[in-house]
């Protein structure tokens, strides 16, 4: 028996509302998380084995290492720093024939004078006047040069505090004293100014005024027309520094306990 149309219908739409309630939502695929490459790791380096001694020897024990005592500092070292402290160091002494018998010179007339100005002086005219023209003149650059080098500003400042004070002017007459004492005195001096403080007469020898007249005074009696290395006042030390007065005692000890 055939249906009637209608009731066709409705039972193919019960159908359908029946298949779409069985059916499934879509599920959206999960996605994956993205893993982080793995650091590469370093293989470990398996330390070196040891090598076993030989059989019948005994293995060496570690002997540490010596201790190495500091040097001390010696004697021209810190002779050198005391020459300059801030400064230039002093060149060292010229040589040569013709500064040994200057030095020579200087010698003889420092054993006939006894230190005394006057005979000093004269002593040194006559030694002088004793000389053909060019050993005259050679003796004239030995003495400039010796006055120059001894213009050191360390030196200076010792004589400020042995003689309590001194000008350049004086400074040009310690010099000359200092080059009549003779060449160990003098080379020691610039070494160590501090040393002075050992010449017994030291105030006197060198407050030397007249001194460095005498070879000017000779060349000029000949008509010796030499020209001469300026070492008089009024030039500038080229070599250490100049002492403060509240650090003379300090450098200078020695002749701060004798002068100071």
């Known amino acids: 028996m055939r249906r009637p149309a209608n009731q066709a219908t409705k039972l193919k739409s019960k159908l359908k509302s029946k298949l779409k309630l069985k059916s499934k939502p879509k599920l959206k695929p999960k996605l994956k998380p993205k893993l982080k490459p793995k650091p590469k790791l370093k293989p470990k380096l398996k330390p070196k ?21 500091p040097r001390p500092a ?23 024939p013709d500064v ?29 006047d004793a000389l053909g023209d060019q050993a005259l003149v050679a003796m004239l650059d030995c003495f400039d040069a010796a006055m120059l080098r001894a213009l050191d500003a ?15 002017d004086t400074f040009w007459d310690f010099r000359a004293g200092l080059v009549a004492l003779g060449h160990e005195v003098y080379e020691r001096a ?22 460095q007249y005498v070879p000017s005074t000779v060349a000029a009696a000949r008509g010796l027309a030499h020209p001469r290395t300026p070492s008089g006042p009024g030039g500038k030390p080229a070599t250490g520094e100049h002492v403060a007065e509240n650090q003379l005692a300090g450098r200078f000890p020695r002749l701060a306990k004798r002068f100071g």
């Open 49 to 69: 084995p040891k090598p076993k001694p030989k059989p019948g020897t005994t293995p060496r024990a570690k002997q540490p290492a010596p201790k190495v005592k």
């Open 154 to 168: 360390n030196l200076w400042s010792a004589a400020r505090l042995l003689h309590g004070g001194c000008s350049d």
């Open 190 to 211: 610039l070494r160590d100014p501090d040393s002075l403080a050992a010449v017994e007469d030291i105030e006197t020898r060198t407050l030397f005024e007249g001194f």
């Open 100 to 128: 040994d018998a200057f030095w020579a010179l200087i010698a003889r007339v420092e054993a006939v004078s006894g230190g005394e100005l006057a005979a000093a002086c004269e002593g040194f005219r006559s030694a002088l």
């Open 74 to 96: 010696s004697a021209s070292s810190t002779l050198a720093a005391t020459a300059a402290v801030a400064g230039e160091l002093i060149p060292p002494p010229p040589r040569g």
